[in-house]
């Protein structure tokens, strides 16, 4: 009897039964295999690197614009840096041997202002392998966390375990000011997710062939490793650095002395110290000058004020109104906003200090009845007042919601 000689399928089992020299194919195996093929060769094309299409900084900072709102500078860095480092991968050799070298850059902001959205938007427009990784969970080779060398990882993973590939990739590296050398003063204990991991970065930032782990490190010690050359690879790091406007405000006035002092202390925005960080800020918070070096391009976030605050919630392709509206409309239910509710949840995030996460912490707070409720209910429209609004949000403890 004829059958599929891949998945033994019958004649009678099967659609249709194609022969060949030796043994038959099913339609079923022919549609998977098809599937197959489409999803290999569409990984490989989105890997290749000789014909990128390759935007210009106004572009993609256009694009950054579509779903972030505000930190133009922060948009203009990161739009170069990007930029920069896709001419890095199309650089061919010529008669001036000049090699293009990467600027690693430092993102400074308070939490809520946008730091990982903006790493998370430029993956969005990217044909070169990303990722986003977490400096808290890391420790010194030896001790129980992770390796520095599983930053290189998920990159792998993501660009489908091909080297080339994963060696002209983009890394945000989160919460960086998590490794901060805890004090100046020597200890007799190893700091070994500080200061000690901070020198295990060195290699990776500066460039040099690190053995990767392709499964992640101290799980699979009996795994090969897979070596991966870091000279081509862009790290973008982020914090929050709490605190860091005491060491700036330390500085300025350090700086602002004579008889022109008070002229010019009067020009420094004391609500917004942020702004005036210097290289000099970050080493007084515990990164060690080596790193410092390491990510030439520093840059800051701003706080978010309330019209950047209110622009968050409708004008982004992705704002927190127009995801809400959309799961309840799969629903078949039309949500509205009463006149003033979205400046009444404003007022509540300025309150909270928590910036664009304290947004989303309201919301989910007003509408959790509602989306609890209105699935089962009868109605098809649903407008939040302020009125309801309120009672929500007095129902709970204000306290643990603005210290969590």
């Known amino acids: 009897m004829d059958k599929c000689s891949f998945c033994g399928r019958t004649k009678k089992e099967a659609n249709m039964l194609v022969a060949g020299l030796e043994g038959h194919i099913c339609d079923h195996c022919i549609e998977q295999a098809h599937s197959i093929m489409n999803e290999e060769?569409?990984?490989?094309?989105?890997?290749?690197?000789?014909?990128?299409?390759?935007l210009k900084p106004t572009e993609i900072k256009n694009f950054l614009d579509q779903y972030v709102i505000g930190q133009d500078?922060?948009?203009?860095?990161?739009?170069?840096?990007?930029?920069?480092?896709?001419?890095?991968?199309?650089?061919?050799?010529?008669?001036?041997?000049?090699?293009?070298?990467?600027?690693?850059?430092?993102?400074?902001?308070?939490?809520?202002?946008?730091?990982?959205?903006?790493?998370?938007?430029?993956?969005?427009m990217l044909h070169v392998p990303?990722?986003?990784?977490?400096?808290?969970?890391?420790?010194?080779?030896?001790?129980?966390?992770?390796?520095?060398?599983?930053?290189?990882?998920?990159?792998?993973?993501?660009a489908d375990y091909d080297v080339k590939a994963?060696?002209?990739?983009?890394?945000?590296?989160?919460?960086?000011?998590?490794?901060?050398?805890?004090?100046?003063?020597?200890?007799?204990?190893?700091?070994?997710?500080?200061?000690?991991?901070?020198?295990?970065?060195?290699?990776?930032?500066?460039?040099?062939i690190v053995n990767v782990p392709p499964q992640g490190g101290r799980k699979h010690p009996e795994q090969k490793m897979i070596p991966v050359d870091t000279k081509n690879i862009l790290f973008i790091c982020g914090g929050a650095f709490e605190g860091i406007q005491k060491k700036i405000a330390q500085r300025l006035n350090t700086q602002i002395i004579g008889f022109g002092a008070s002229k010019i202390r009067d020009k420094v925005d004391k609500d917004n110290l942020l702004q005036?960080?210097?290289?000099?800020?970050?080493?007084a918070y515990g990164l060690i000058p080596e790193i410092i070096g390491r990510l030439p391009v520093l840059t800051h976030l701003n706080r978010l004020d309330r019209t950047a605050l209110r622009a968050i919630l409708t004008e982004p392709k992705n704002a927190l109104v127009k995801q809400y509206i959309k799961l309840f409309r799969m629903d078949n239910i039309d949500l509205t906003f009463a006149e003033g509710v979205l400046d009444y949840i404003v007022d509540k995030a300025i309150e909270f200090k928590l910036g664009a996460r304290g947004l989303r912490s309201i919301c989910e707070t007003i509408m959790l009845d509602a989306m609890f409720e209105m699935p089962s209910a009868d109605t098809n429209e649903l407008e939040i007042s302020i009125d309801y609004a309120s009672l929500k949000l007095e129902r709970i403890n204000l306290k643990i919601l603005k210290a969590s």
């Open 276 to 283: 005036y960080i210097a290289p000099q800020d970050l080493r």
């Open 166 to 208: 994963a060696e002209k990739g983009i890394v945000f590296i989160d919460e960086i000011d998590k490794i901060a050398r805890k004090g100046d003063n020597p200890s007799i204990t190893r700091d070994v997710s500080g200061e000690g991991v901070q020198q295990g970065l060195l290699k990776l930032l500066e460039g040099s």
């Open 130 to 158: 990303f990722t986003i990784v977490d400096a808290t969970v890391l420790t010194e080779a030896g001790y129980v966390g992770e390796d520095i060398e599983s930053l290189l990882t998920r990159l792998l993973q993501n």
């Open 41 to 54: 060769l569409g990984n490989k094309k989105n890997i290749a690197f000789d014909s990128i299409n390759l």
């Open 73 to 124: 500078m922060a948009k203009k860095i990161i739009s170069v840096a990007v930029y920069n480092h896709y001419k890095r991968l199309m650089q061919k050799p010529d008669a001036e041997d000049i090699e293009i070298e990467k600027s690693n850059i430092i993102l400074v902001g308070e939490t809520g202002t946008g730091k990982t959205l903006l790493a998370r938007t430029v993956a969005k």
